[in-house]
């Protein structure tokens, strides 16, 4: 979606963690404003403020384990921690500082896609079979019509991108290889969209699977 709705305070410089494993805290850096584990419902959560050396607003996360998690966003950056976000190193693509990293889906701690949103060509997906020490550019979208706001994965290997609509369908993208390569799905079937009706490219949840076949597809 062209308004780039969402966060706007977005998390800067900041991680916060728990024993559940590593999520994004909604503030602006300030450690006051972390959660104690006295406040917490259950005794022994908690929530811990962790720097992560960058200003980037983060949008995108991806857990894969307790020790393994992605988070993507603004400037091409990404992050990737594998000691549970006690630490978090910076993993980003060489040449993306341009880039507005909306979602990441992880498989491991050395496979992740990430989804780069805009018009045109800002619209790309990048895939690490290496933990981010090198990245490999497998889609780039050359339709100006298309702005590509959200991804799902069924597994490790099938996959769906989401662009608002073109020609009043909405355009959806297939992978069956882990995000090696793409191909655009026919629209037959696609209800026709509303008048101004899109996706939102805020944090990669307009697209969603259950399940092996079924994909939930929300818009505004």
Known sequence: ??????????????????????????GTGAPAHAVSSQDTASPGLGWQLTPTGTEARFRGLAAVSRDTAWAAGSGGTVLRTTDGGRNWRDVSPPGAAGLEFRDVEAFGARRA?????????????LRTDDGGASWTETFRNTDPRAFYDCMAFFGNRHGLAMSDPVDGRFRILATRDGGSTWRLLPTDGMPVAQPGEAGFAASGQCLVTAGPRDVWLATG
């Open 113 to 125: 896609v990430v989804l780069a949103i805009g018009e045109g060509e800002a619209s790309r997906v």
């Open 1 to 26: 979606m062209r308004q780039r709705s969402g966060l706007r305070g977005g998390l800067r410089r900041w991680v916060s963690i728990g024993l559940c494993g590593a999520a994004l805290a909604l």
